[in-house]
């Protein structure tokens, strides 16, 4: 079977650095990904890693090793707005179908 | 402006009653999928369908029926066989190669027994 594992709630600063971490365990792999969902929105696409390393896109990276089948989702200098829930979510099996995590919940204070 | 379209936005069911999601992409998506999620948890597959006129099981098939007669629509029908439907369903699409393709959600449907 295929299965992610992520904390289910982080707390951080305003301005500060939060890292979500994903450990994975899946008969195949097709990469790696983080989607943000605000309550009661839709989940929405945040990045992709396929191959070992850092992914930078903006405030938010995402590092993949795929020998320890782990990943990470790291936000810089937070804002109120980054309160979410984070997911990170993997092509197993399938290239087709997607399994998520049960998600992360990131609460920022000032 | 492409996108995915779910409605209604909340549905409530009678019991033994069967409903239908409805779930439209204009995104020319091969891969279309039904997740299921309830308060404060992750997603969960329902089913998902890589191609027209085909479909698969996801995690939680059990009381859940789709048919995929069009490339564009891909209808969840939550059948009286499932006895704990409360719940927010979202509705996805994806190109299905490169894998690097990400998922489109729509803004989902909340489901609720009366």
């Known amino acids: 079977g295929q299965s992610l594992e992520q904390p289910s709630e982080v707390t951080a600063v305003e301005g500060a650095i939060v890292q979500i971490n994903c450990t994975y365990q899946?008969?195949?792999?097709?990469?790696l990904s983080w989607y943000q969902q605000h309550d009661g929105g839709a989940p929405t696409f945040l990045s992709y890693?396929?191959?070992?390393g850092l992914e930078e896109t903006g405030r938010f990276s995402s590092f993949l090793s795929r020998s320890d089948s782990y990943g990470y989702l790291l936000l810089q200098e937070l804002q109120m707005k980054d309160s979410a829930s984070y997911f990170c979510a993997v092509r197993g099996s399938s290239a087709s179908k997607i399994i998520f995590g049960s998600g992360t919940r990131l609460s920022i204070r000032p | 402006d492409g996108g995915i379209t779910q409605s209604p936005k909340y549905l409530f069911r009678k019991e033994g009653q069967n409903v239908t999601l409805s779930c439209e992409q204009n995104l020319n998506h091969d891969a279309m999928y039904w997740y299921r999620q309830d308060p404060g948890q992750g997603l969960r597959l329902i089913y998902y369908s890589q191609i027209v006129n085909d479909f698969q099981k996801g995690d939680i098939a059990e009381g859940y029926s789709v048919s995929r007669e069009k490339k564009e629509s891909f209808p969840l029908t939550v059948t009286s066989a499932q006895k704990n439907p409360t719940a927010f369903y979202l509705c996805a699409s994806s190109k299905t190669l490169p894998s690097n393709q990400p998922q489109h959600f729509g803004d989902g449907t909340r489901l609720s027994i009366l």
């Open positions: 899946t008969s195949g792999f097709y990469g």
């Open positions: 890693n396929a191959l070992d």
